[in-house]
């Protein structure tokens, strides 16, 4: 098999270092694969990183926290040439997701949306208030959003698109510091 | 360079054990980093573990099902040090998500909202009909939490914060038993 | 330990191929142990493979896209055994869902759902409306549905259930191409 510009397969040097053809589309080039064919071997050899990172409390919104993550991680992701960055919040009245890293009014307007979405106060039927009126609200919106993400890694960066960035919702009124659980995993 | 308490990098015993120093924010601790150090390279070399669970049926609402999700991969967990565990509902009428472990309330008020959000009957708008009246919402609801779960290993066990639990929220009325597959990789 | 039928530890041939008993649960068989224990210790090697794939415009809406990804990746999916395939969406107004595989109906009444639960035009509260009326309701679908999907490889396939399939939910009128970076780990 002959190697391609679309696609590689990387191994430890065990399993000799094999290129895998496959079909490209819209001239579409992995862009792993330029720098990936120069690596040396040892390079290839896969590698666990694991921190846990506490990120300070947050009024109620949502927030972009791109550059808090790189911060701490920025160092780690850069021995990584081809990989997954696994992001793990450890709360279930918060969430992560990834969404626009331009125009504030994006996160404001996600807010008002998950508000107004999810009922709270008087009008809402939860049976679980004994956290006040904003903490069942804050479960179901952790569950909407959900609480862990993965981006892939590419020549030491997180690939994301040009527009997206990781978002932290906090969905309680008095907020807490929020732990998350980076894994970084890759060659 | 030197080694660091709030992240390490692990690689096989061929790319020598590299320590990576990245900073640290309030004094948080990488929690695999002590027992990392002095694992023995035999326990760095990646590994992966798969199996299928079959979960009973459930009546329609939400579940904690941490526990029984344990009794099955427990044994296996505790082989990794650190690494990531992800969980695959290979159905498209329930959905897996994570959420309070302690108070049965916030599973009961997930449901009733996700009742309230999801028309389902002679008011809803669907053309799906045919499998009847709580097909349609189930798959909506299905995509809206999502169908799998990564969470990170640290020590042999799942890393979720203290008040986490893995939850099945089941969304047909007459359901069967569901599967789940689980991949375990890590070092 | 003896080796069980409902799951298996793959490490590289330097940490000594170790099968690890588990208990089962109603007879369920880890799908890959049958094949895996036969497997050349050079398939048991971990392998990366990563490419970006491009999509071309699609029409707001759902889309089931599992042939797509599978013409792009299938080539490579057939080199692993057990593994993870890691697809990201890298985009904000658009999401990348699993769903029924079937009845196009299904699609089509989630993307009522969306546009019922996300209101747009005159009638929204949005702030951010430079960039057209269906743009904010699409970066809040896109947080809603998510950007990226986990999907377990066993046997050098994606291991869906008979009724899931890839959808790319299209959230704009106005679509461009749309970039997915695939990453494959395992081995």
């Known amino acids: ?9 990387f191994g430890p040097k065990s399993s000799s270092f094999r290129p895998v053809p496959v079909r490209s589309l819209n001239g579409q ?11 040396p071997v ?5 590698k666990w990183a694991q921190k846990t990172i506490t990120l300070p409390p947050q009024r109620r919104g949502c927030h972009l926290i791109t550059s808090k993550i790189l911060k701490e ?13 696994h992001l793990f919040l450890q709360h279930t009245s918060a969430s992560l997701t990834i969404n626009e890293n331009y125009d504030a009014d994006v996160q404001d307007d996600t ?8 009922p709270e106060g008087s009008s809402a039927p939860w ?8 903490d069942m609200p804050a479960h179901i919106k952790s569950s909407m ?13 997180l690939n994301m698109g040009t527009w997206q960035g990781v978002w932290l919702c906090e969905h309680r009124d008095y907020a807490t510091a929020r732990k998350v659980v980076v894994t970084l995993n890759g060659i």
């Open 29 to 39: 080039t992995n862009v792993t694969s330029s720098n990936s064919m120069a690596a």
């Open 145 to 157: 959003f959900g609480c862990a993400l993965t981006i892939p890694i590419t020549d030491g960066k």
């Open 127 to 134: 049976k679980h208030t004994l956290e006040g009126p904003d």
């Open 111 to 118: 807010e008002t949306f998950l508000n107004r979405i999810v």
């Open 42 to 46: 040892t390079v290839a050899a896969p």
């Open 1 to 9: 098999m002959v190697p391609s510009a679309s696609s590689l397969i």
């Open 73 to 85: 991680i920025g160092q780690d992701l850069s021995e990584f040439k081809c990989g997954l960055a």
